[in-house]
């Protein structure tokens, strides 16, 4: 049972780069047809992508941990004494 898992495993990060391999050289024969100004604007919408996402998402990791701290603060045991009648 383990050989054969091992044999599936095999193939499927066979067929897996395959057709990473397939996908990345149809993307080459793409960009190779493109003329230059659409080339340009493709490299340049890549390079927008590519550095505004992390961007992006630390702002979004870095908002989330304030509301967290906010929220903790909140409910801290200090805060939440209960007031004598």
């Not at 599936?8 to 067929?15: A, E, I, N, V």
């Not at 024969?29 to 919408?45: K, S």
């Not at 961007?55 to 929220?71: G, I, R």
């Amino acid at each position: 049972m383990n050989k054969l898992n091992n044999q599936s495993t095999g193939q499927f990060l066979r067929d897996a780069s395959q057709q990473f391999l397939q996908t990345f050289v149809s993307l080459l024969h793409w960009l190779i047809q493109l003329p230059l100004p659409a080339l340009l604007l493709a490299c340049l919408a890549g390079a927008l992508i590519l550095s505004l996402l992390p961007m992006a998402l630390t702002l979004f990791a870095l908002f989330l941990a304030c509301k967290l701290a906010a929220l903790l603060v909140a409910r801290s045991p200090a805060q939440s004494e209960k007031r004598p009648n």
